[in-house]
């Protein structure tokens, strides 16, 4: 009875072992077949209103693909840090993304200057990396691993160009932040300027966190330009539209995509009546035609947003949420291997998001055409689309 009761012990032990290596196995299973995805957002500071609907938007397509059953069998895990818009900061999260948490791909960061300082870690480190923002520099020249779902300063710059020649505007004056961001715009708005047409009469700077720019605005307005052009981040072009009220200066004010989203209008008051920029169709989706290609896109995308953020849209968000689309595209069939990750996102072709449409190559990791642009005027504290 005693060796039964002893064989009945044992029985159960082992049971309780085998259980406990069983869960342990499985735990590890599902471990290793979920995907991770890194993403690096300006979620507080001054540059929330990009990283902020940046990561809810990556959040929400990660929850959306796992509940269709994930990527080829495995689900998403979203890691996420928070930047705050500062490049040291953002430094920081890429080496946490590479060497702890181990992701496949990352999303972000949210601005240029964040966005560069990062470049070098993961070109070295081999993952695949979809900025979130504009500067030309992220991928010009091309670099094997970076791509960027933002519509690059280059183009932002020719649209406004453009615009200008509709309204014979000759000679301007350009207000940038001083950071990278700025710094690509000055050399666009610069090298471009003879193409249409115009002269730069005056370059003028300011700091991120500038309170006022009259004395900047003052020299611009002394060559009396037929425009000014600034070229910033919120919140720093809300107040050279304050600055250029002020200073009754009644000439065209025209800014950069930059800005393009509710909060500058919130910022800048009545001073951003007038204004004019280029932006992706997110804010005027109403307007666009029935047989617009994006229209479909983004109409599910402002759906599907507002619904469960109960927020606006921001042609910002839409970048991570392009970045995630196209990124789950490249992950199908790859068995998570970087290498051909990367080859699927430099293969894509044809693919409509809400940024506009999409078509990377081995020369071309931005992959978008001046038709992502349309030019807008802020009226009555909205948008109001421009004639091409």
């Not at 990660?62 to 040291?88: F, K, R, T």
């Not at 109409?299 to 970048?319: H, L, Q, W």
Request: proline share 4%.
């Amino acid at each position: 009875m005693q060796q039964r009761k002893i064989s009945i012990v044992t029985l159960v032990l082992a049971l309780c072992v085998m259980l406990v290596l069983s869960s342990v196995m499985t735990q590890s299973v599902l471990a290793e077949s979920v995907y991770k995805i890194g993403g690096i957002f300006a979620v507080t500071g001054p540059a929330s209103f990009l990283g902020d609907p940046e990561k809810k938007s990556m959040e929400m397509m990660v929850e959306q693909i796992n509940a269709a059953g994930g990527i080829d069998g495995h689900m998403l895990e979203a890691v996420i840090y928070d930047s705050e818009g500062d490049p040291a900061k953002a430094v920081t999260a890429v080496n946490k993304l590479l060497h702890k948490d181990n992701v496949i791909a990352i999303i972000g960061p949210s601005a240029t200057p964040t966005t560069l300082a990062i470049v070098n870690f993961v070109e070295k480190a081999q993952v695949p990396l979809i900025s979130c923002a504009a500067g030309i520099d992220i991928t010009s020249p091309v670099k094997p691993w970076v791509f960027k779902t933002a519509q690059s300063d280059l183009l932002a710059v020719a649209a406004i160009y453009k615009q200008m020649q509709t309204k014979n505007i000759k000679t301007i004056g350009i207000i940038t932040v001083a950071n990278a961001f700025g710094e690509s715009g000055k050399n666009q708005l610069i090298s471009q300027a003879k193409n249409f047409g115009i002269k730069v009469v005056r370059q003028e700077s300011f700091g991120p966190n500038d309170t006022d720019t009259t004395a900047q605005l003052t020299k611009i307005k002394s060559t009396s330009p037929d425009a000014i052009v600034c070229w910033g981040t919120n919140p720093g072009p809300a107040v050279v539209a304050k600055n250029i009220k002020q200073l009754k200066i009644d000439i065209p004010l025209y800014q950069s995509h930059g800005v393009a989203s509710p909060k500058f209008i919130e910022l800048a008051g009545d001073a951003a009546e007038g204004i004019i920029l280029p932006t992706g169709k997110i804010l005027v989706t109403k307007l666009l035609a029935a047989d617009d290609p994006q229209k479909n896109i983004l109409e599910k995308y402002e759906a599907d947003y507002t619904a469960k953020f109960n927020s606006n849209v921001s042609g910002f968000g839409g970048y991570a949420y392009d970045a995630m689309n196209i990124l789950a595209n490249a992950i199908k069939g790859s068995g998570g291997d970087k290498n051909k990750i990367r080859a699927a996102l430099e293969s894509t072709q044809k693919y409509v998001g809400v940024t506009g449409e999409f078509n990377f190559s081995a020369t071309d990791h931005n992959g978008l055409s001046p038709e992502a642009f349309v030019m807008v005027e802020i009226k009555g504290g909205t948008w109001k689309m421009l004639d091409k």
